[in-house]
């Protein structure tokens, strides 16, 4: 049996959208359960809009979220001639035309079909006709012969059986009249050559399997197997496009969702297995198979994102944490200071309470990061004179405390809320905006243990409070 051998093949005109790194993680998870091959292609071939910053943005994405792919990347444009080639081998074994239709026929064909609001398909004017009769002043192009009669069936590993008739796969170009290849020639040739068994991809290109499959035969080539997954769909039911907000990875990373959480979710994404909900890299290997991916769209829910980041939050290894928070802030906002980082690893335990994201835990940090408080200007105006007496008071009694630990600090607040003649939140509220600049953020006794002695006696004597 041949090796298990599968391809993510994204072009490099814009970023890598979400539904493609689905179907990224799909083909590799697929290859790395079968013991087999994963490749990255990148389809190049459109000149005016790939750029090299998008082929990058496409590579390290794939990296960020735990994908890496064998060898080296296969760069189409290096293999044009290839495609010409086989082209031009369709052409002499009659499987192939030229075309010498205007671009204004053309045009002509597709506004009748219009306005008989029925499918374009070219009129296959040139299919048996002699070269003789070739016009001098066009340029042909080359067209595949489809065939017209009878069904095709495409054995899906996804949808199932999927038959259609050949009279609506058009005779489709193969060769552009300035002798470029088109998509479903260039797909075809290179996954003959890197050896494709298993074509994993959107169901939106099953038309293109069809026709990419008739180029196989016509080269008696041996066929790989073809797999189409359904598309995502925004939460409102549309399919989610590149103009979608948060339709890329730089979308997610930004706002703090973890690569780990991410690829969890995708990999639940259409696919299931039993009632697991959380897989680890390992696990998701292990399980992953295709029959389990099901028929219908999926929709991209954010909320679930974020629930499944808050689960990787709580359950990961702190340290790991503390990483993947430094690299952030780093990346995103501003680098945590070195001698901020022990106060803030020391700290997650409370500040990861109830962050969804690493954006989250950042902002809830920010007090123990900053060297000056930064006072909300509406939380500021809670400092009466009698919360004023409070903080003077509690700084007073502080003083006299060695060791900071809740069992230390709890007699003094609530000595505080007796000779105060006050409740719980008439100490710590006013405690809070002293030492954060913020009526809300974690807890009073975690904030006073997380800041240390020195720095809380300092923020609580801080003019501005006098």
Known sequence: MKKVATRFAPSPTGPLHIGGVRTAL?????????KGDFYLRVEDTDKERSKDEYKNQIVKSLKWIG????????IQSKKVEDHIKVANDLLKNGFAYKCYCSSEEIEEQKKRARQKKTPYIYDRKWRDKKEADAPKDIKPVIRFKSKIDGTSLLKDLVQ???????????DFIILRNDGTP????SASVDDHQMNMTHIIRGDDHKINTFKQIQIYQ?????LPSFAHIPLIHTIEGKKLSKRDK??????????????DALRNYLLRLGWSYKDKEIFTLDESITHFNLEGIG??????????????????????????????????????????????????????????????????????GQYIMVDDVNFNQDDFKLIDNKAKKVISDFNTKFNSVDKLSKETLEPIVNELIKSNDTNFKGVGQPLRIALTGSKFGPGIYDII??????????????????
């Open 218 to 222: 016509a080269m008696k080539w041996e």
């Open 67 to 74: 994908i890496n792919y064998d060898g080296e990347e296969y």
């Open 449 to 466: 243990i997380s800041l240390g002695k020195e720095e809380v006696t300092k923020r609580l004597t801080n003019k501005k409070l006098s």
């Open 160 to 170: 199932g059986d999927v038959e259609i008739d050949n009279n609506t796969i058009e």
């Open 246 to 259: 948060a339709s890329t990875l730089d979308d997610y990373s930004k706002i703090g969702i973890m690569p």
């Open 26 to 34: 799909f083909n590799w998870l697929y290859s790395k359960n079968q």
């Open 295 to 364: 028929k219908s769209p999926s929709k991209l829910d954010m909320s679930r994102i974020l629930s499944m980041n808050e689960h990787y939050i709580k359950n990961i290894d702190e340290g790991d944490l503390f990483n993947q928070l430094t690299d952030y802030s780093k990346l995103y906002k501003s680098e945590i200071k070195s001698d901020k980082k022990d106060k803030i690893k020391k700290s997650l335990t409370f500040l990861k309470n109830k962050a969804k994201t690493l954006e989250d835990i950042f902002n809830n």
């Open 182 to 185: 088109t998509y479903n020639l």
